[in-house]
């Protein structure tokens, strides 16, 4: 495991933010912390920074506690975004690369390329100032890898840019990931984090609530439906066994699959009275599997038996 929370736990007086949560994050994995507000996602990673100190467990890296070394291994983007407004953007990679032990010469001949890539080459020599807030994301974004670093830890990265950058953020990561890093990070865009994540934890109210790959996950949701486009009387397909339930619209049947549903049993039942133009399995989506887990207190949660551990 790359990186291991154990049993951590940190209040702020007598409030709680993050409850003796544990978390394995393995090499080489896109890994994505969701969570409602205050959930305790940023007080989590300023705990595996060791910005912020847990009052109880602690923070592994390769099986190790974290020593001095670690803050060159990681790249890390802060929630809060803070860049030095009157340097130009070659000298701010350059001072946050050197931070990082590069040198200047290694890090002249990476800006061009990364500047390109977020269409700010123009901006080279001006200062920082004088860029957009979204503009000074992608150039913060740049400072946090430009040192190479194999664990990359995004505090809210996609928090404020639009829908083209966006996609930029998300290609990138998915190039890191491919070149073997590790990525962890937090969002509140369901839509990016289906796309991204192989790994989902969701945090409420401090504790973990769902902990898995993202496929397992969904599938341990157990509420698929099938939305199918039929020619004929279709009055039948209530009573088919799996199906729970059949709500019309207008172009279409939604069918409530019951959980051990066999949908290609009856997919085969309603091929065989009735001519089938579309039959579509949809999966419950990150974004309806927030707000339900979301709406449980994890106390709840927790007495029928803990998270969706899969
Ligand atoms: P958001 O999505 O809104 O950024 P989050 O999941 O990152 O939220 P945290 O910032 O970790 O949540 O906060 C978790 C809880 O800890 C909240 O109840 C917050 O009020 C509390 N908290 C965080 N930092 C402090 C602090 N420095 N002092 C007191 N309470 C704090």
């Not at 090499?27 to 969701?34: A, E, L, N, Q, S």
């Not at 004088?130 to 505090?155: N, Y």
């Not at 969904?218 to 509420?223: L, P, T, V």
């Not at 007495?303 to 969706?308: E, F, L, P």
Request: aromatic residues 6%.
């Amino acid at each position: 495991m790359l990186l291991e929370l154990k049993n951590v736990r940190k209040a702020y007086g007598d409030k709680v933010a993050v409850d003796n949560l544990s978390l394995d994050v393995p090499k080489g994995v896109i890994y994505g912390i969701i969570g409602p507000n205050g959930a305790g996602k940023t007080t989590t990673i300023r705990m595996i920074m060791n910005i912020t100190v847990p009052d109880s467990g602690e923070v592994l890296l390769d099986g190790q506690r974290v020593t001095s070394d670690f803050r060159n291994r990681v790249g890390y983007l802060p929630e809060e975004r803070g860049l030095y407004k009157k340097m130009t953007l070659e000298e701010v990679i350059v001072y946050m690369g050197e931070l990082k032990g590069r040198t200047r010469r290694e890090l002249i001949a990476k800006i061009d390329p990364w500047l390109q890539r977020m269409n700010l080459a123009e901006y080279r020599l001006k200062k920082v100032e004088e860029l957009s807030k979204g503009m000074q994301q992608k150039l913060q974004f740049v400072t946090t890898i430009i040192h190479g670093p194999d664990l990359i830890i995004l505090d809210e990265i996609f928090s404020g840019l639009d829908p083209l950058n966006i996609e930029l953020i998300k290609d990138i990561i998915l190039d890191l990931k491919r070149e073997g890093k590790t990525i962890l990070f937090s969002t509140h865009v369901m839509e990016q984090a289906e796309k991204l994540c192989d790994h989902v934890c969701m945090i409420n109210r401090g504790q973990k609530v769902i902990d898995g790959r993202l496929n397992e996950v969904k599938a341990g949701f157990g509420k698929n439906s099938v939305q199918i486009d039929i020619e004929g009387d279709g009055g039948f397909i209530a009573e088919l066994e799996g199906v729970g339930g059949v709500t019309e619209f207008n172009n279409y049947i939604e069918l409530n699959l019951e959980e051990k549903a066999d949908t290609n049993c009856i997919l085969k039942a309603i091929a065989d009275r009735v001519l089938v133009r579309r039959f579509d399995i949809v999966e419950p989506s990150l974004y309806n599997i927030f707000i339900d887990t979301a709406r449980i207190d994890p106390a709840e949660l927790n007495n029928k038996g803990g998270t969706t551990d899969v």
